[in-house]
């Protein structure tokens, strides 16, 4: 079976990469097998493409909203229509479950849908003014070529959060998707085109971060840059693009804790927390990897949740009996692995998993067992830095107090849970957790559309995605005194 060729899409144009580089999309359940083949563009292709995004942009802003609504609506149609191929896609270069991939594409979908449906809301606001004869207002118009760098562990998902406002409030668009996950991203540019997308509006430019995507944080015409990654490539973007004026939006990492406490139903908090530190094998900004636990009930919590770990179907996600599928990609195999022996030798006890899973299947992917650890105290760094893997530990604490003050023990604080029947305990938790997004009686991970999205601390610059409160980035106001001639 022969691999098929992908190339990039800039001014209107699939194009192969300026020097002919190429990257295989390799599958991370099976390594033998080759998903697809794409052209690898570097800072020639990133300037042409912000070049092509720059020349459509005054069409495309001037074009009515509610016509560039018809587009994104026609392409979530035409997204659906295909919505299990694309599934299948995702899995095969990401690794998660098909099931789980289903529910990002059918969230893709949603989000298309919902911005086209922004586009018929207001977009500015009239004031009174102190003279009689002024027509006073603020409109917010966009801002131009924006760049758009998305992550692999949601390749449906956070592109298509940021391509469909970026495009529904009149900017165009660089997107560079992670290179372990293109085809995805492939899929919303190619339905978008289809959907009568102008040319140069949105381009797609697969590339190394260290080139295509250096030439999108130095580029002067590109006005704003939105990021979803680590955090150490968040702070780079930030110290090179703002200093020459370029609007930034970071969304970083997660070290996101549920609180069970005494009177938690704990057959429900063992479901909350597996499927937060497991689903998606871990590699979410929004898992789960801490357990704040009141100690009246950490023994039997911590048998439960035991037992639960080790019961979990892993492998190959097109498999639909598998609950975890695998790492993707060796490095992060390897970055797992090494947290995990970190554990260990700070003085965690390790109480399941903790190994590269071998024989059959596993020898051909990177599988590693659901990991969990308890006795571990607040400065271990398996308590503190993000692993990005299926691995979760437990801290005990001897009360409500000191539960909260050690899940706000960390310089995140994107996502947080707590499970108990006690109402009032939910309120102060929802007032004192140091969190962008909490969550009562259910798991860290998971974000509607409509609602906004983001972290405090150092899990976010401070601004918001999804929702209504996208407009915030992805536009700017001005404010307009007219009186009569």
Not at 33 to 44: D, I, K, N, S
Not at 189 to 214: C, F, H, I
Not at 354 to 383: C, H, N, S, W
Not at 411 to 439: C, N, P, Q, W, Y
């Amino acid at each position: 079976m022969s691999t098929q060729n992908y190339l990039n899409y800039i001014a209107g144009h699939w194009v192969p990469a300026s020097d002919g580089a190429t990257t295989k999309n390799i599958n991370p359940a099976n390594t033998d097998e080759v998903v697809g083949e794409f052209a690898l563009g570097g800072r020639a292709d990133a300037a042409r493409a912000v070049e092509a995004a720059a020349k459509a942009f005054p069409g495309w802003a001037n074009m009515p909203m509610p016509k560039r609504g018809d587009i994104l609506n026609k392409a979530a149609n035409l997204f659906e229509a295909r919505a299990n191929d694309i599934a299948e896609a995702l899995t095969r270069e990401e690794g998660k479950t098909l099931a789980e991939s289903k529910g990002e594409v059918a969230r893709g979908a949603s989000l298309l849908r919902y911005y086209a449906g922004e586009t018929m809301q207001p977009i500015g606001e009239v004031y009174p003014s102190v003279s009689p004869t002024t027509f006073l207002y603020a409109e917010r118009v966009p801002l131009g070529v924006v760049a758009l760098i998305t992550p692999w562990n949601f390749p449906v998902a956070i592109p298509t959060w940021k391509v469909a406002p970026a495009l529904a409030y009149g900017n165009t668009v660089v997107l560079k998707p992670a290179e372990l996950t293109p085809l995805t991203a492939w899929h919303l540019v190619d339905v978008l085109e289809k959907a009568g997308l102008p040319p140069g509006v949105l381009n797609l430019l697969v590339g190394r971060g260290s080139q295509a995507g250096q030439e999108l944080v130095e580029n002067p015409l590109v006005k704003a840059i939105s990021f979803t990654g680590s955090n150490e490539v968040g702070a780079r973007i930030a110290a090179q693009a703002t200093v020459r004026g370029a609007k930034v939006q970071l969304e970083m990492g997660g070290k996101n804790p549920v609180v069970v406490l005494a009177d938690a139903d704990l057959g429900k908090a063992v479901e909350i927390t597996i499927a937060g530190a497991m689903l998606s094998t871990g590699q979410k900004c929004t898992a789960t990897s801490r357990v704040v636990v009141q100690r009246e009930v950490i023994n039997e919590f911590r048998d439960r949740l035991t037992e639960r770990a080790k019961s979990l179907k892993i492998g190959d996600g097109m498999k639909p009996d598998t609950y975890m599928g695998p790492l993707v990609s060796a490095e992060a195999e390897k970055t797992v692995l090494s947290y995990i022996e970190l554990g260990k030798k700070e003085g965690a006890r390790l109480l399941t998993g903790g190994e590269k899973l071998r024989g059959g299947e596993y020898d051909r992917g990177y599988f590693v067992a659901p990991t969990v650890f308890d006795q571990l105290t607040p400065e271990m760094r398996i308590a503190q830095e993000e692993i990005f893997g299926p691995v979760v530990g437990m801290i005990e604490a001897k009360d409500f107090d000191e539960a909260v003050r050690l899940a706000n023990h960390t310089k995140f604080g994107l996502s947080a849970s707590i499970v108990t029947r006690d109402l009032g305990l939910a309120m102060r938790f929802i007032r004192e957790i140091e969190a962008g997004i909490v969550h009562i009686n259910s798991q860290t991970a998971g974000a509607e559309p409509q609602v906004p999205f983001g972290g405090f601390k150092g899990s976010s610059s401070g601004s918001r995605e999804q929702g209504k409160v996208a407009r915030e980035f992805f536009t700017q106001i001005k404010t307009v005194y007219m009186d009569p001639p």
